[in-house]
DNA sequence: TTGTATGCGTTATCAC
DNA sequence: GTGATAACGCATACAA
């Protein structure tokens, strides 16, 4: 409720040696430096955003958002969907967003006339020059989707619990003994991979030891060359008695169909992660029995609110790391 | 992007005049009120929030929110923690948030130096009295957890959906031909039982055809005057082979515990609805299976925004109603 | 080292 | 009917 004013006059100072303090600006003498720093404190000062915001305008921030295009992975079409959302909050800010769609195995080719105050990325190989561009130009840069140790801030799934919870769920459809497989495009290179594998067998063995993952029941892709659907075939022929299919992979879904086609087994349980549009249809289909979600609007949205509020408020995130939360959605509650 | 002060250039007057326009406050003449509002249109005007915000500190906003205590309902707890975030964040913009908490079945006393500008409640026996009196003072009230089709709106749960997912759950723990049983407090007289009732027998005869759902196996402590322990051993006792108990009520998973001591099928399953403390032991000690949430902190948070821009920005909120989301919890997500 | 003045977009209160 | 202006709380450029 106090003011910077309220303050200005207790200290006996103008308010622009106490912006002066709050900021950090020097040229203030410690004896009154103290003083209002004593009195912040008492009084409890805490700057009015709204307020704030309103010179903020001047600044005229630039914020530059780095995704995937949603026609190669329908996932990043909810992320956007949460970017335009906060853009449209940020313009009143006077903030600008601007969205770069980069393209699976293409490195981001720079504009030379690229310019922003703030970047918002998944750490993926494409997006290596943009990286490198933001050190060397000193632009924080906030990571979403995909981890990364540096920036201010990572906004994503944490994709070991991800694999706990379809644990959970394949012996939630089994009563607890089960017998599983596990079907992917590409292996435990990709760390959303690795990371849930990891997960779904930590679940396993530490609460539902009754549940069967057969290691020959793993199947990815790049061990053989052949393509997800033969792939799925051959899981089944290998395996009719599996009462349960994780499908890994963002865009894995897509096999369902083939494997409705080639079972003997009517009960058959699919799991897949994350809910498009397409997977909706599918759950409809009764192709998908369950999925498990990881909030994408929030992962486009977040980033940008971080680094708005660390370059407008100099506000610094309060956590290194934002998981999303992670939802169950079946036929009812997609 | 259009601010007041272009559109009173462009029309050649004055921004109080457009003022005057844009909030009806007559006194314009009509040549100049069209031409103001035409350009409006064109020029695609929008209040900035964040600046109003500013104006309308002196206004001195006061909201009285009416809740359950969360003694007697842990569900509230999670609203009131909703409550008290937004109180936080409104305070910013000088709103005063009061919570007024209300007894089960006892009737709310008005005190007399009780004064609003707005007001969110449940639709609950006890607050008729709050009820009455907001209409004969013309107070703009919310309503949450509890229907009501009066007031500017509705935010809370859809319990025949909710219904609906539980009998989503049940099929998907048993292959879609599981035995069900259901138990709770009171009866079809309180609305969230009834609709959840009523959307679980939907769901079932629309979808999952071999589930069987036997009437005798629908228990209800009003119905004989017996407590839901006693009617628990009566339920297991009559019922042995019951693959699933549906619990509906809040405060029904107090019975888990008895259930598991007297069932003897390991593999039964308990689904109950929301997430307190307690559930969430209940869960990790494995007496409940799973549980459907309803988004507590939102019912506690979205009609305090609702009753704000209302009374700050005079907007009206855009649906009647706002259905919170429904989610699913289980060991791994919880 | 410190204080003052101006602007951000809107509202509300004057005076004309 | 209409226009000018203070005020909201903060940031900042500039003056002292």
Known sequence: MATIKEIAEKAGVSIGTVDRVLHDRGRVSEETRQRVLQLVQEMGYQPNTAVRALAIRRKGLKLAFFTVDPAEHPFFAGVLAGVRKKAEELAQYNVEVNIHICHASEMFNISPDLQ?????????????????????????VVYYNIPCEDGLAYVGCDYEQSGRIAAGLCALMTRGRGRVGILSEGDERILSCRDRVRGFRKELGANYTDMHLDESAVFY???????????????????????????????????????????????LRIITNDLTDTQRRYMQEGLITATICQEPERQGALPLEILFQYL???????????????????????
């Open 312 to 334: 407008a408020n100099g506000l610094l995130p309060e956590k290194r790391n934002y998981p999303t939360d992670l939802s169950i959605h079946i036929l009812q509650n997609m």
């Open 116 to 140: 922003a105050d703030g970047i918002a990325l998944l750490h993926t190989p494409g997006l290596q020059p943009v990286q490198e561009w933001a050190v060397s130009q000193d632009i924080p």
């Open 221 to 267: 892709t790049s061990d053989t060359e052949t393509s997800l659907d033969t792939l799925a075939v051959q899981m089944l022929s290998a395996h009719p008695d599996l009462d349960v299919i994780y499908l890994i992979n963002p865009g894995d879904y897509r096999v369902c169909r083939t494997i409705r086609e080639h079972t003997k087994n009517p009960d």
